[in-house]
C-alpha cells in the first residue's frame, strides 16, 4: 500500500510542475498540430509613423497605414504563419498581435516558417516592418511610403 501512495503522490507532483511550466511558458509557445509546443522562431514588429510627436492617436497609428482615409484605397495586411493563413483588413490588423510597451508598435509571433505581405495605403505616414529572431537581432527591416509594398518569405 505504501508504494501504490508513493506513486500517486509522484503522479500529482508531476502533474502540477508540468502546469506550472506551462503557465511560465504559455507566452512563448503555441500549441498547434498534434498537441506539440513550438516556441515563436520570430517576431514581427510593425509600426506606421514617421512623425511620432502625436499628431496621430497611438490606437490608430497601425491601422493608419492601411486606411486610404476616404482619399485613398484601402489596402490589406497578408500573412502565412506555419500552416495558418489570414488576410486583415485595416480594422483587423490589430487582432495579429499585441501592442509594445512604447503603445504605438504591434508585435506579432511568427513561426520558423511565415511570409508577409503589406502595403502602405497612407499618403502621409510610413509602414515599417522589422523582423527580430527571439535574441533581438534583426533579420529584415524594411519601410514603404505611400503604396510602397513591402514583402518577406522565410
Not at 499628431?55 to 500552416?83: L, Q
Request: proline residues 2%; neutral net charge; contains cysteine.
Amino acid at each position: 500500500m505504501k508504494r501504490n501512495s508513493v506513486n500517486l503522490t509522484w503522479i500529482v507532483v508531476s502533474g502540477a510542475i508540468l502546469l506550472l511550466c506551462a503557465q511560465h511558458f504559455g507566452s512563448q509557445y503555441h500549441y498547434f498540430g498534434f498537441g506539440k509546443a513550438m516556441p515563436d522562431a520570430y517576431e514581427a514588429i510593425l509600426t506606421c509613423g514617421g512623425d511620432l510627436s502625436g499628431s496621430y492617436p497611438a490606437a490608430s497609428r497601425i491601422t493608419s497605414c492601411f486606411s486610404g482615409g476616404g482619399i485613398n484605397s484601402d489596402t490589406v495586411f497578408e500573412i502565412k504563419n506555419g500552416d495558418e493563413y489570414g488576410l486583415y483588413a485595416a480594422v483587423n490588423v490589430e487582432q495579429l498581435g499585441k501592442r509594445g510597451v512604447d503603445g504605438y508598435s504591434l508585435h506579432i509571433p511568427l513561426k520558423r516558417d511565415f511570409s508577409i505581405r503589406a502595403q502602405n495605403a497612407s499618403s502621409d505616414l510610413i509602414l515599417n516592418v522589422k523582423v527580430v529572431d527571439l535574441m533581438g537581432q534583426v533579420k529584415f527591416q524594411q519601410s514603404a511610403a505611400k503604396y510602397g509594398l513591402i514583402q518577406i518569405q522565410h
